[in-house]
């Protein structure tokens, strides 16, 4: 698609008055003739022009800022018909404007000319009889002058009426609060009127003329036949060719009067710059389309990153922990599952024991380094473990550290409190037959319960046991506590796994515990989710350890929050990772026997 474009100007009219509302009525007059180029009748003009239809292409006319320039554009397949469509219809605009102008003059001219070529014919028939003296003559001249001042006398009538007419207007005016519209309509009324006066200023001289011409010819029809006669008559034939001059003469300049107001009150419109046949297309143009696209498909996706990442209320990072949750975190753990692993073996074990030398048993063994710290104050022999909700890792927490503290020379026990949805026997491939509801029920005692895991021979583990109808009330009964009270003697360290926070079950366990570790996953717990069971912690007095942010991914260098020990720690050309059991020993990769996953 070619676009070609030109440029027109729009004078305006000569008036002695240049105020705000000949302002307005000047802007009205250009809008109007902008939208004259596309109407049907115009279109059809410039097809009769060129020979083909340009209804269907596409022109758009605007007026450049306050200017009286108008720009013209059109568009069309072919470059050569852009620029001929575009040259035509300026021409034929301007055709248009000639004849709309016309039409205000086209009455009051043909009456002028009328007028003149009357008093012409008079004139050369009265010269003609001067010396005839015909009385058949005057007679005719009488008829003639008498239909004259018949057609003079409406004239002025009706005039003399519109006049009325529109001064009641006029005076009606200035009481109103007046409208765009209104004030139109006044500006065209005062027009109309100085026009109406102005004929009528015209035609009453013109009127008294012919009034003295039909005196003079009734005198002269009445004069009687004697040798005074042929005198008298010649005086007045005499007298009414020169009556009949004046109206000549009056006529000839009310015509050029009109034809000077309709220059000076028509506005012209002139080309200024013709249209060029345009070189370059402006549609396609694939590399500014490619550019255009490429930025809104930026800032559509920058959109749509910004609503998502304001619309996301999960904890991501440290500072969100601390400004949502008001807590201390403790633990950051990254995510167990390696990828390769089967997911039906991948939560077989501790992770800890299997690969104790990795990032995620040293982040552990840091957690049980802030444990260490809380219980220098208090004493902290009872843990207990939950989350916010389901699936955040809560029994992978509750193990592994279970695991980690056994390996610092105590006596430690895992006990699995979740009476609803039990995980730690799964995680440990431990059985499941005897647990902690049997021991709730009185059925059997603690060392029937107690069990040793296979691959961690420190630890100990009372698993759930068969699922109670009301786990609730068993958890918060005088038998936990007492229950709870032989495990202290018994052990040095307690971890407790319990349901997510959603239920009671943590809470009414926490206010009887020494402390609670509560677990998130970043990117996926909500902070209102997370948020309310602390309430309810509070509450009931539960000692808040901290927050635990669990699983969280390794391509997500940010939840790290500056803490670098899940990454392999360089020195030189080669990698280490930190031991567990020394801060100051450090192995080289290659020597740590690893298997395939690692």
């Given at each position: 698609?070619?676009?070609?474009?030109?440029?027109?100007?729009?004078?305006?009219?000569?008036?002695?008055?240049?105020?705000?509302?000949?302002?307005?009525?000047?802007?009205?007059?250009?809008?109007?003739?902008?939208?004259?180029?596309?109407?049907?009748?115009?279109?059809?003009?410039?097809?009769?022009?060129?020979?083909?239809?340009v209804r269907g292409v596409l022109a758009n006319a605007s007026q450049i800022g306050d200017m009286q320039f108008v720009r013209l554009s059109v568009t069309h397949s072919d470059a050569v018909k852009a620029a001929e469509i575009a040259n035509v219809l300026v021409k034929v605009l301007i055709d248009q404007n000639e004849q709309l102008q016309s039409v205000r003059y086209e009455a009051t001219e043909r009456n002028l000319q009328q007028r003149v070529d009357q008093a012409l014919e008079e004139i050369e028939l009265l010269q003609?009889?001067?010396?005839?003296?015909?009385?058949?003559?005057?007679?005719?001249?009488?008829?003639?002058?008498?239909?004259?001042?018949?057609?003079?006398?409406?004239?002025?009538?009706?005039?003399?009426?519109?006049?009325?007419?529109?001064?009641?207007?006029?005076?009606?005016?200035?009481?109103?609060?007046?409208?765009?519209?209104?004030?139109?309509?006044?500006?065209?009324?005062?027009?109309?009127?100085?026009?109406?006066?102005?004929?009528?200023?015209?035609?009453?001289?013109?009127?008294?003329?012919?009034?003295?011409?039909?005196?003079?010819?009734?005198?002269?029809?009445?004069?009687?036949?004697?040798?005074?006669?042929?005198?008298?008559?010649?005086?007045?034939?005499?007298?009414?060719?020169?009556?009949?001059?004046?109206?000549?003469?009056?006529?000839?300049?009310?015509?050029?009067?009109?034809?000077?107001?309709?220059?000076?009150?028509?506005?012209?419109?002139?080309?200024?710059?013709?249209?060029?046949?345009?070189?370059?297309?402006?549609?396609?143009?694939?590399?500014?389309?490619?550019?255009?696209?490429?930025?809104?498909?930026?800032?559509?996706?920058?959109?749509?990153?910004?609503?998502?990442?304001?619309?996301?209320?999960?904890?991501?990072?440290?500072?969100?922990?601390?400004?949502?949750?008001?807590?201390?975190?403790?633990?950051?753990?990254?995510?167990?599952?390696?990828g390769r692993s089967t997911h039906k073996n991948r939560n077989k074990g501790s992770f800890v024991a299997k690969q104790p030398r990795s990032p995620i048993s040293k982040a552990f063994r840091s957690m049980r380094t802030s444990l260490e710290f809380f219980s220098v104050d208090q004493k902290l022999?009872?843990?207990?473990?939950?989350?916010?909700?389901?699936?955040?890792?809560?029994?992978?927490?509750?193990?592994?550290?279970?695991?980690?503290?056994?390996?610092?020379?105590?006596?430690?026990?895992?006990?699995?409190?979740?009476?609803?949805?039990?995980?730690?026997?799964?995680?440990?491939?431990?059985?499941?037959?005897?647990?902690?509801?049997?021991?709730?029920?009185?059925?059997?005692?603690?060392?029937?319960?107690?069990?040793?895991?296979?691959?961690?021979?420190?630890?100990?583990?009372?698993?759930?046991?068969?699922?109670?109808?009301?786990?609730?009330?068993?958890?918060?009964?005088?038998?936990?506590?007492?229950?709870?009270?032989?495990?202290?003697?018994?052990?040095?360290?307690?971890?407790?796994?319990?349901?997510?926070?959603?239920?009671?079950?943590?809470?009414?366990?926490?206010?009887?515990?020494?402390?609670?570790?509560?677990?998130?996953?970043?990117?996926?717990?909500?902070?209102?989710?997370?948020?309310?069971?602390?309430?309810?912690?509070?509450?009931?007095?539960?000692?808040?350890?901290?927050?635990?942010?669990?699983?969280?991914?390794?391509?997500?260098?940010?939840?790290?929050?500056?803490?670098?020990?899940?990454?392999?720690?360089?020195?030189?050309?080669?990698?280490?990772?930190?031991?567990?059991?020394?801060?100051?020993?450090?192995?080289?990769?290659?020597?740590?026997?690893?298997?395939?996953?690692?």
């Amino acid at each position: 698609m070619y676009q070609a474009n030109t440029r027109f100007v729009i004078l305006r009219a000569v008036t002695t008055a240049y105020d705000y509302y000949a302002y307005i009525d000047y802007q009205q007059q250009i809008q109007t003739y902008t939208k004259l180029l596309s109407t049907d009748a115009l279109l059809g003009q410039a097809s009769e022009t060129l020979g083909y239809s340009v209804r269907g292409v596409l022109a758009n006319a605007s007026q450049i800022g306050d200017m009286q320039f108008v720009r013209l554009s059109v568009t069309h397949s072919d470059a050569v018909k852009a620029a001929e469509i575009a040259n035509v219809l300026v021409k034929v605009l301007i055709d248009q404007n000639e004849q709309l102008q016309s039409v205000r003059y086209e009455a009051t001219e043909r009456n002028l000319q009328q007028r003149v070529d009357q008093a012409l014919e008079e004139i050369e028939l009265l010269q003609s009889k001067i010396d005839q003296l015909s009385s058949v003559s005057v007679k005719e001249q009488l008829e003639q002058v008498e239909s004259e001042i018949t057609e003079l006398q409406d004239q002025i009538i009706n005039l003399e009426t519109q006049i009325n007419d529109l001064d009641t207007q006029i005076k009606a005016f200035t009481s109103l609060l007046a409208t765009e519209e209104q004030i139109a309509q006044h500006e065209t009324n005062q027009a109309q009127l100085a026009e109406l006066k102005a004929q009528l200023n015209q035609l009453t001289p013109v009127l008294s003329l012919y009034q003295q011409i039909y005196t003079n010819l009734t005198v002269l029809g009445r004069s009687p036949d004697n040798s005074l006669s042929s005198s008298i008559e010649l005086s007045q034939l005499q007298t009414n060719l020169n009556l009949y001059q004046q109206i000549y003469v009056n006529s000839i300049s009310s015509l050029e009067a009109l034809n000077l107001a309709r220059a000076q009150n028509a506005p012209n419109v002139i080309q200024v710059e013709p249209t060029r046949v345009p070189r370059s297309p402006i549609s396609p143009r694939p590399f500014q389309t490619a550019a255009l696209f490429g930025v809104i498909s930026l800032l559509a996706i920058s959109m749509i990153v910004f609503l998502v990442e304001y619309l996301d209320d999960t904890i991501k990072t440290l500072e969100d922990v601390k400004q949502v949750l008001g807590l201390p975190v403790i633990g950051l753990v990254a995510d167990m599952d390696s990828g390769r692993s089967t997911h039906k073996n991948r939560n077989k074990g501790s992770f800890v024991a299997k690969q104790p030398r990795s990032p995620i048993s040293k982040a552990f063994r840091s957690m049980r380094t802030s444990l260490e710290f809380f219980s220098v104050d208090q004493k902290l022999q009872t843990i207990v473990v939950t989350s916010s909700g389901p699936e955040e890792g809560k029994t992978t927490i509750a193990s592994n550290l279970a695991v980690i503290l056994s390996g610092s020379n105590k006596s430690v026990l895992l006990m699995d409190a979740d009476l609803r949805r039990p995980n730690v026997h799964q995680r440990l491939n431990i059985s499941n037959r005897a647990g902690l509801s049997d021991l709730l029920r009185g059925k059997l005692k603690l060392e029937d319960v107690l069990q040793i895991a296979t691959e961690i021979p420190f630890l100990n583990v009372i698993t759930s046991g068969g699922l109670p109808p009301n786990p609730s009330e068993l958890l918060g009964s005088q038998r936990m506590e007492k229950i709870l009270t032989d495990l202290r003697a018994c052990f040095d360290m307690i971890v407790i796994d319990t349901p997510p926070a959603i239920v009671t079950d943590a809470q009414i366990l926490a206010s009887k515990t020494d402390g609670l570790i509560y677990v998130i996953r970043p990117g996926k717990t909500r902070a209102l989710i997370a948020k309310t069971p602390l309430e309810e912690f509070n509450r009931v007095g539960v000692n808040l350890l901290g927050v635990v942010m669990n699983r969280i991914p390794h391509n997500r260098g940010y939840y790290y929050g500056g803490f670098e020990y899940y990454s392999p720690t360089i020195y030189g050309s080669e990698k280490y990772y930190m031991d567990g059991q020394s801060e100051d020993l450090f192995i080289p990769l290659q020597e740590i026997e690893t298997d395939t996953d690692e």
